[in-house]
């Protein structure tokens, strides 16, 4: 498409370079002092071309997809700042950058394989390795050398498929044997694989889907398992025995951990009822259910989004983390003192998590979660405040529409297949999202072209509206008519005059109007006739057309 401002570029959606999927990128074009940004959104194995770029230049922007939902290892970090997130079939490279001159750097998107991948983990003895399962049954492992993801010499990864064509939901690395891994699938069956020495064992202790399993930092053969039917049970895999049953939760547990401790027995489980239990074998030594939130959104209210409680735990030295709030609070305990969990993180801003958050990872003094309301942040594990240090959106869908605001450049609407629309200021980094009255897929988007407060929006099954987007928390005005069919066209044009005696608009003969067509003081939308073309243009308002798949133009005034 032509480029606002700069007519001589042109953006081409075929060239030599791939730009990964589901990824927005950001072009800094400059032309002796004049600088235009240039938005270009991809779908799957899409290219693009800058045509007549004088010293075009990339800059290192772009925003990643989102990751899985629900699952307990769809995120891993290794010593290195290597962040890995789990996106549908593919995997995601982030880089962490410890001095916070780019926090979070997308390096690249590489599907690899046709099924959901649901857990990554890398290895704790080589940060160039990790490990992925996914709705295949398929376990695999993976070279990262020089944070770009390399296969193996023989042209491919270790493959295991033990788990056959059963869901494979968990995945995890020992960290006293360099070539062990265990998995588990929604069936019950743990796998116990050394890739190194062609060694296998499986064992199904309980029938029942499994969403966590953590292997002993101390003991090589024990593994702690939590399972969707509320058990909790710590095995040895080796000789398939089950060693202790954690009794005591009423609801499926969600996530489990190892604690430090001399005998390495001492065990934290957590379940979907908001209980997180302390345990040394089979005794449960402290239970403590998540603080209730007096929050209340307007998200929760009109139902959407609405989520289910889910906890993941994490440790970094002495310290327990845990999430679990609905409104994205993080909570800690200090377990070298009474067992009290106290809201380390709440979001009092809409920057940060104001919704579940499904996983945490720490790298050095870093914490890294993912929720969702689709958010990446990065928080300090240093700083005494509730605040967090950086926030990065991702993107949930397809991309249908991106429009540059007329009046300012750096700022760009995104129009999504999840249902939402995001308000985007590339040099601050600050983000909105809209999604209040939302109930179907955005096919496109306009920004009107004097009020740069209005944003104009149509969805997939045929309705079209306007965001205040000054009062991103107002609820949008629908206009009164809708087409029965996907508006693959929105514009903002003016008023029409009728010049020609036959024009007709909606079957009525406007020459009575004094060769002028009314618009209605009511935010209404209008049908164009197919005499339009003998209509001229003026320009002293604008309307807002829409094209839909219906073969009908309608016209609104505001």
């Known amino acids: 498409r032509r480029v606002h401002g700069a007519p001589e570029l042109l953006v081409l959606s075929r060239a030599g370079r791939t730009i990964p999927d589901f990824t927005l990128c950001y072009l800094l074009i400059r032309q002796s002092f004049v600088t235009v940004p240039v938005f270009v959104a991809t779908f799957p194995v899409f290219e693009f071309i800058l045509i007549h770029g004088r010293r075009a230049k990339i800059m290192d922007f772009s925003i990643p997809m989102l990751a899985n939902w629900y699952l307990t290892n769809s995120m891993s970090v290794n010593s290195e700042g290597l962040l890995l997130t789990c996106s549908r079939n593919s995997i995601i490279f982030i880089q962490v950058d410890p001095e916070l001159q780019k926090p979070f750097q997308h390096i690249a998107n590489v599907a690899i394989c046709k099924f959901r991948v649901t857990g990554v983990c890398f290895n704790p003895g080589n940060p160039t390795l990790f490990a992925t399962c996914d709705d295949e049954g ?214 940060f998590h104001a919704r579940s958050v499904f996983n945490i990872a720490i790298y050095s003094h870093y914490l890294i979660s993912t929720g969702l309301d689709r958010q990446l942040c990065l928080w300090s594990l240093k700083d005494s405040s509730n605040q967090g240090l950086y926030s990065m959106f991702t993107l949930g869908g397809f991309i249908y529409s991106i429009k540059v605001s007329p009046k300012d450049p750096y700022r760009v609407a995104i129009a999504t297949s999840d249902n939402l629309i995001y308000l985007y200021n590339v040099r601050t980094c600050n983000h909105i999202q809209l999604w209040q009255g939302l109930h179907s897929k955005l096919s496109a988007i306009a920004w009107h072209p004097t009020r740069d407060n209005l944003l104009a929006f149509s969805t997939c099954d045929g309705r079209v509206g306007m965001y205040d987007v000054g009062c991103p928390a107002k609820p949008p005005v629908l206009f009164t008519t809708s087409h029965s069919a996907m508006v693959y066209c929105l514009t903002w044009g003016p008023t029409l005059v009728v010049k020609h005696k036959s024009c007709e608009i909606n079957g009525v003969d406007h020459n009575e109007l004094n060769g002028h067509v009314e618009p209605s003081n009511d935010v209404e939308l209008t049908t164009v006739g197919s005499n339009l073309s003998k209509c001229e243009e003026t320009d002293h308002s604008c309307n807002l057309y829409s094209v839909g798949g219906d073969g009908l133009v309608f016209v609104g005034s505001v």
């Open 138 to 351: 398929s376990v695999k492992i993976w070279s990262a050398k020089g944070r770009i993801l390399s296969q193996f010499a023989d042209g491919s990864p270790i493959i295991d498929k033990s788990h056959r064509t059963v869901k494979c939901t968990c995945i995890d690395w020992s960290t006293l044997i360099n070539d062990a891994i265990i998995s588990g699938d929604e069936k019950g069956c743990i796998i116990y694989w050394r890739y190194n020495h062609d060694e296998k064992v499986e064992y199904i202790p309980e029938k029942s889907m499994i969403h966590c399993v953590k292997f002993s930092p101390i003991h090589e053969e024990l593994a702690c398992i939590a399972y969707k039917s509320t058990a909790v049970l710590v095995v040895n895999i080796v000789n398939k025995r089950i060693k202790f049953r954690l009794r005591g939760h009423d609801n499926e547990i969600t996530a489990v951990i190892w604690l430090p401790s001399d005998d390495g027995l001492h065990t934290a489980s957590a379940s979907r009822d908001r209980v997180l239990k302390i345990w040394l074998n089979e005794k449960c030594l402290n239970s403590v259910r998540l603080p209730s939130s007096n929050r209340r959104s307007s998200s929760d209210e009109e139902g959407h989004g609405k989520s289910r409680p889910w906890l993941t735990l994490a440790l970094h030295g002495d310290r327990l983390y845990c999430t679990g709030g609905p409104y994205g609070e993080i909570y800690h305990s200090d377990l070298n003192n009474e067992f009290k969990l106290y809201p380390l993180y709440q979001s009092s801003s809409g920057k």
